[in-house]
């Protein structure tokens, strides 16, 4: 089982590759979607680290693997410019999943 980046800049990458974790570069909906998909389907890869701004760029399907697959796991990272709203993301996750606002 491996780890797969979908990053929206090289600098993750390259970060990420130091640790031995592949990955790609994306900036358009559909590349990010695209890449999301073949990695999802890939029965190596059981995390899927994926920047912030891309996250919400594609929320949609994002969160429709998180709340309906159990394989693969997909982490939201922040990116080089530390802009994280992981909170809200974890907030937001758990009332999509059981209802509950926290």
């Not at 999301?36 to 929320?59: F, G, N, Q, S």
């Not at 998180?66 to 990272?77: C, D, F, G």
């Amino acid at each position: 089982m491996k780890f797969f980046l979908i990053s929206d800049n090289i600098d993750t990458q390259m970060g990420m590759r130091i640790a031995g974790i592949e990955g790609v570069v994306a900036h358009s909906k559909e590349h990010v979607l695209s890449e999301l998909d073949k990695a999802a389907e890939d029965k190596d890869v059981a995390v899927i680290l994926m920047t912030e701004k891309l996250v919400e760029l594609c929320h949609d399907k994002v969160y429709d693997i998180k709340l309906n697959r159990r394989r693969p796991l997909i982490v939201e990272i922040p990116d080089r410019h530390g802009n994280s709203g992981i909170s809200e993301s974890i907030s937001r996750y758990i009332e999509e999943a059981i209802g509950i606002s926290i």
